[in-house]
């Protein structure tokens, strides 16, 4: 079955940075978008960067300039690099997965805490 597993969250210090990874299995994922997203308590899921197939970047203007995204095809793995972290970034971050025909992101990780500190 298919599996995404995130990792790399914790507690950083605003200003500080994080990585986070997400490790895809049980499916072809070069053929598919990846994604992260974040919930923060009390508020709705917000789409943060997607990158396609071929590695094209889409970005929210929040995280835009501080967030990178990336992708090993051959490590089924996508990255998510978090600079200067700020403590509204504190949030349960999930990686998710849109097979190339898929309007939407269908596959979801389990998400990993990101906690930034004043």
């Known amino acids: 079955q298919v599996q995404l597993v995130e990792s790399g969250g914790g507690l950083v210090q605003a200003g500080g940075s994080l990585r986070l990874s997400c490790a895809a299995s049980?499916?072809?994922?070069?053929?598919?978008?990846m994604g992260w997203f974040r919930q923060a308590p009390g508020k709705e899921r917000e789409f943060l960067v997607g990158?396609?197939?071929?590695?094209?970047?889409s970005y929210a203007d929040s995280v835009k300039g501080r967030f990178t995204i990336s992708r090993e095809n051959e490590k089924n793995t996508v990255y998510l690099q978090m600079n200067s972290l700020k403590p509204e970034d504190t949030a349960v971050y999930y990686c998710?997965?849109?097979?190339?025909?898929?309007?939407?992101?269908?596959?979801w990780g389990q998400g990993t805490q990101v906690t930034v500190s004043s």
């Open positions: 990158i396609s197939l071929s590695g094209g970047q």
């Open positions: 998710a997965a849109r097979y190339v025909t898929w309007e939407d992101f269908g596959y």
């Open positions: 049980g499916l072809t994922f070069s053929r598919y978008s």
